[in-house]
Each structure stands twice: as structure tokens, then as C-alpha cells.
């Protein structure tokens, strides 16, 4: 593989596939041009702008070899808001049939809000969802006690109530993107540079000077983001443990999911037998009970001939904030003490370095093993 294969690319741009190949149409073309996100806009029902500052502009995702094989990483939390995808996790937190999850400001056409007071009125019940793009984003305010909380996605159920609209109860759905180490600038100015210059044959040209797309991108930061992740995420699978909660979700890409298995000790996950697994802590193996916590995993199927690339969900895993608390707490910390006195642990290397500056010493290992364990 040449290097400039490894290397990092920018592999969707306002929302379509242009590594490691183009996907051409002319709705790419057209978002590329009006710097359109074709997610926010098919949500929303109107056209919306990339929300992403100048340099970073149309970013969705990073091609990358971070975990070995080349994979996306999703730098855009939109680039996620598919309506099914959004509709399919809701079924499984509200253990119901499918579902209409509605955005919130779609409450403000009149035709929106007669079509859901039909379903209140006829015993059904009705989703709607909030986002900071989307309404704007819910969230706890901090006390002397606990941190300012703010959820990516809240979903709360509406029910017709003695004449009146009520709330019913709230989930929450998050979505992991990725840090970058560097900038954006350089590749999002040779795409534009390239796109103005090329305006209808962008696609052809594109593909032939794909390295406009891996100008300067660097790899993603993985250890600041599972840690950050990590935090947020004790906390709010806990809360799918509330009774006014039906659970929380968090969707990531498979390479994240795959970046993850060192924080986790790579923890074997148990088939559930019914499409979904299980991430269980020691303790509560046999045990059975409600799910609080699901974590979605998908990829996007960059082979597809049709852009948008679709998402694929790979993987469905249900856990607690004990389990995800277990194995990054506890069983990696004791997988890591492991290798303190290995072969290629920390002795290991502290002997090498001091004999680097005094080669005429023999220096020793004093009452330790140097084996694992």
C-alpha cells in the first residue's frame, strides 16, 4: 500500500461519497455547489446549510487506517440523521411497532400538528424529537452535585390527556463523532478550489486528483474522545434506568466501536438470540431485566452506486452503565497491570534508556518478575 493509501481523506463532502472513490449525481453536485447538508435538509423538509465553519466545511466523515483496514469516522453528528435510522432506534427504546418520530419544528405547519392530534385522539401515540439544530437541544443544569448535562437527541412521547397534550416518557440518543488531529483547511479549500474550476466536470476530475481530499488530514484522536465519551456516557445510560426514561442509545461507526475494544478489554458479547447482543457485567450474567442502554453500530456501505452512502447497522448491543463501568474501570485497568513487568514493559524500557546514556553498566531488574503477571 503507497502512502499515500494510508494516508487520511476527507471520504464524504456535503454528504456524498468522494473516497475512496466518487460516487457522482446531480444532487451531489447540487449540494456541493449550495453547500447544502442533505441530512439536516431532509429532516428539517427544506434546504439547510452546513452548519460547520468555513474550514471544515461539508466535512461528514474521515477515511482513515487508524484501526488497520481503511474505515469512516464520523466527524458530523448529522451526517447520522436518518430518519429511519432515528425511527428504528425509537421502536426498540419504546418497545413499539414502527414509529413516526417527528422533528419538532415540524409542529409549526398546521398540517403536522392536525395529523398528530388525529393520532392522540384515536388512542395512538406520537413521537417528537429535539436536537440543537433541530428545536434546540435539552439539557440538567449543573448543581453543587452533578455537572450541566446536554443530551444530543431527546425524544419524548406525546398522549392525549383529559383534552390536553401530555408528555409521556423521554429517551435520549446520542451520537459519537470523531476529533481530528489538525485541520480540515487545506483539503476543504482544494475541494472548493477544484469544484469552482471544474464546476460540471467535478466528479472525473476529482477522481483523478483525489489527493485534494487527504491534503494535510491527520489521523483521529482516539484516546481524548473515548475518554470524553466514556464520561458523558456513565451518565446517561444511568438515566435509561428512570422511570420516565424508556432508555438511552448511543450510535457510533464501527470504527469507533473497533477503536474502543483496547478501553474495554476487548469484552466477548453475548448473542441475546434475537438479533441483538449483550455487553453484561460479570455480576448479572443469567439475570434478566429491562435494557436501559443500547449502543447502535453501523458502517456505510461506501460500495453502494447511490449516494448518500446508506447505513448499515452492524451491530445492537444492549448493556448498563455497571457493564460499561466494569470493563473500562476494571477489567482493562487489570489487563494493562499485566504488561507493567512484560517483556515490553515499563522496566523493560527504563533499563534501555538509562543504558543509552551509561552503555558500560549492566543494569538489573531488582525483586521483580520480569514475566506477566
Given at each position: 500500500?503507497?502512502?499515500?493509501?494510508?494516508?487520511?481523506?476527507?471520504?464524504?463532502?456535503?454528504?456524498h461519497?468522494?473516497?475512496?472513490?466518487?460516487?457522482?449525481?446531480?444532487?451531489?453536485?447540487?449540494?456541493?455547489?449550495?453547500?447544502?447538508?442533505?441530512?439536516?435538509?431532509?429532516?428539517?423538509?427544506?434546504?439547510?446549510?452546513?452548519?460547520?465553519?468555513?474550514?471544515?466545511?461539508?466535512?461528514?466523515?474521515?477515511?482513515?487506517?487508524?484501526?488497520?483496514?481503511?474505515?469512516?469516522?464520523?466527524?458530523?453528528?448529522?451526517?447520522?440523521?436518518?430518519?429511519?435510522?432515528?425511527?428504528?432506534?425509537a421502536?426498540?427504546?419504546?418497545?413499539?411497532?414502527?414509529?413516526?418520530?417527528?422533528?419538532?419544528?415540524?409542529?409549526?405547519?398546521?398540517?403536522?400538528?392536525?395529523?398528530?392530534?388525529?393520532?392522540?385522539?384515536?388512542?395512538?401515540?406520537?413521537?417528537?424529537?429535539?436536537?440543537?439544530?433541530?428545536?434546540?437541544?435539552?439539557?440538567?443544569?449543573?448543581?453543587?452535585?452533578?455537572p450541566?448535562?446536554?443530551?444530543?437527541?431527546?425524544?419524548?412521547?406525546?398522549?392525549?390527556?383529559?383534552?390536553?397534550?401530555?408528555?409521556?416518557?423521554?429517551?435520549?440518543?446520542?451520537?459519537?463523532?470523531?476529533?481530528?488531529?489538525?485541520?480540515?483547511?487545506?483539503?476543504?479549500?482544494?475541494?472548493r478550489?477544484?469544484?469552482?474550476?471544474?464546476?460540471?466536470?467535478?466528479?472525473?476530475v476529482?477522481?483523478?486528483?483525489?489527493?485534494?481530499a487527504?491534503?494535510?488530514?491527520?489521523?483521529?484522536?482516539?484516546?481524548?474522545?473515548?475518554?470524553?465519551?466514556?464520561?458523558?456516557?456513565?451518565?446517561?445510560?444511568?438515566?435509561?434506568?428512570?422511570?420516565?426514561?424508556?432508555?438511552?442509545?448511543?450510535?457510533?461507526?464501527?470504527?469507533?466501536?473497533?477503536s474502543?475494544?483496547?478501553?474495554?478489554?476487548?469484552?466477548?458479547?453475548?448473542?441475546?438470540?434475537?438479533?441483538?447482543?449483550?455487553?453484561?457485567?460479570?455480576?448479572?450474567?443469567g439475570?434478566?431485566?429491562?435494557?436501559?442502554?443500547?449502543?447502535?453500530?453501523?458502517?456505510?456501505?461506501?460500495?453502494?452506486?447511490?449516494?448518500?452512502?446508506?447505513?448499515?447497522?452492524?451491530?445492537?448491543?444492549?448493556?448498563?452503565?455497571?457493564?460499561?463501568?466494569?470493563?473500562?474501570?476494571?477489567?482493562?485497568?487489570?489487563?494493562?497491570?499485566?504488561?507493567?513487568?512484560?517483556?515490553?514493559?515499563?522496566?523493560?524500557?527504563?533499563?534501555?534508556?538509562?543504558?543509552?546514556?551509561?552503555?558500560?553498566?549492566?543494569?538489573?531488574?531488582?525483586?521483580?518478575?520480569?514475566?506477566?503477571?
Open positions: 500500500m503507497t502512502k499515500t493509501a494510508r494516508g487520511n481523506f476527507v471520504s464524504e463532502w456535503f454528504g461519497r468522494i473516497y475512496p472513490h466518487v460516487v457522482p449525481s446531480p444532487e451531489a453536485l447540487k449540494n456541493q455547489r449550495d453547500q447544502q447538508c442533505p441530512f439536516l435538509s431532509r429532516v428539517k423538509d427544506n434546504p439547510q446549510e452546513c452548519v460547520k465553519n468555513t474550514k471544515s466545511k461539508g466535512v461528514c466523515t474521515i477515511s482513515s487506517c487508524s484501526n488497520g483496514p481503511r474505515q469512516d469516522w464520523v466527524a458530523c453528528p448529522y451526517r447520522v440523521f436518518d430518519p429511519r435510522l432515528i425511527e428504528t432506534v421502536s426498540r427504546l419504546y418497545d413499539a411497532k414502527p414509529v413516526d418520530a417527528i422533528p419538532g419544528p415540524r409542529l409549526e405547519l398546521e398540517a403536522t400538528r392536525s395529523k398528530v392530534l388525529r393520532a392522540l385522539k384515536s388512542g395512538r401515540s406520537v413521537l417528537v424529537y429535539f436536537d440543537q439544530k433541530i428545536g434546540g437541544e435539552v439539557s440538567l443544569s449543573a448543581t453543587a452535585k452533578s450541566e448535562m446536554a443530551f444530543d437527541v431527546t425524544l419524548v412521547e406525546l398522549l392525549w390527556q383529559h383534552g390536553s397534550v401530555g408528555l409521556g416518557r423521554f429517551a435520549i440518543l446520542e451520537v459519537q463523532t470523531m476529533d481530528f488531529h489538525g485541520s480540515y483547511g487545506r483539503a476543504v479549500g482544494n475541494l478550489s477544484g469544484l469552482d474550476l471544474h464546476r460540471d466536470r467535478f466528479p472525473e476529482l477522481e483523478e486528483n483525489q489527493w485534494w487527504g491534503d494535510r488530514i491527520e489521523g483521529p484522536n482516539i484516546a481524548n474522545v473515548f475518554k470524553r465519551t466514556f464520561y458523558q456516557m456513565m451518565f446517561k445510560f444511568s438515566f435509561g434506568g428512570h422511570d420516565a426514561c424508556v432508555g438511552t442509545a448511543l450510535v457510533i461507526s464501527a470504527s469507533v466501536w473497533d474502543w475494544q483496547p478501553f474495554l478489554a476487548a469484552p466477548n458479547l453475548v448473542d441475546a438470540g434475537d438479533g441483538t447482543s449483550r455487553l453484561l457485567h460479570p455480576e448479572a450474567k439475570k434478566q431485566g429491562r435494557v436501559p442502554a443500547w449502543i447502535y453500530v453501523f458502517d456505510l456501505d461506501h460500495s453502494a452506486k447511490t449516494t448518500p452512502s446508506p447505513i448499515r447497522i452492524s451491530r445492537i448491543i444492549g448493556l448498563t452503565a455497571d457493564a460499561l463501568g466494569y470493563y473500562a474501570l476494571k477489567a482493562a485497568p487489570e489487563e494493562a497491570s499485566l504488561r507493567l513487568l512484560s517483556e515490553a514493559g515499563v522496566y523493560a524500557t527504563l533499563r534501555r534508556r538509562l543504558q543509552a546514556y551509561w552503555p558500560s553498566q549492566d543494569i538489573i531488574v531488582v525483586g521483580f518478575s520480569s514475566g506477566d503477571g
